[in-house]
Nanobody
Framework: QVQLVESGGGLVQAGGSLRLSCAASGIIFSINHMGWYRQAPGKQRELVAIITNGYKTNYPDSVKGRFTISRDNAKNTVYLQMNSLKPEDTAVYYC?????????WGQGTQVTVSS
């Protein structure tokens, strides 16, 4: 049974920081690419950050320089460090795994940034 469980969301003021965690089970974590996505009201789900099984990372311009994705294969956990948060970062954040086209999703964690 595959499970991706996000944690660390919450309410923070603009300019603040949060660190999200995603603990995975039921997959061979080290060979999976991992990603964070978010979905805000009225918007499509969008990619926030990816980290490959080879530790390569990529970010869209909207978060580049503010967010950092990392992984700890020994803990089967991927993280998203979010700094300098803006109200437009408010969304449900989802953890994703991918290997050979097979993807799994977490249940999501709410991040709310107040102005």
């Amino acid at each position: 049974q595959v499970q991706l469980v996000e944690s660390g969301g919450g309410l923070v003021q603009a300019g603040g920081s949060l660190r999200l965690s995603c603990a995975a089970s039921g997959i061979i974590f080290s060979i999976n690419h991992m990603g964070w996505y978010r979905q805000a009201p009225g918007k499509q789900r969008e990619l926030v950050a990816i980290i490959t099984n080879g530790y390569k990372t990529n970010y869209p311009d909207s978060v580049k320089g503010r967010f950092t994705i990392s992984r700890d294969n020994a803990k089967n956990t991927v993280y998203l460090q979010m700094n300098s948060l803006k109200p437009e970062d408010t969304a449900v954040y989802y953890c994703n795994s991918e290997f050979r086209g097979i993807m799994y999703w977490g249940q999501g964690t709410q991040v709310t940034v107040s102005s």
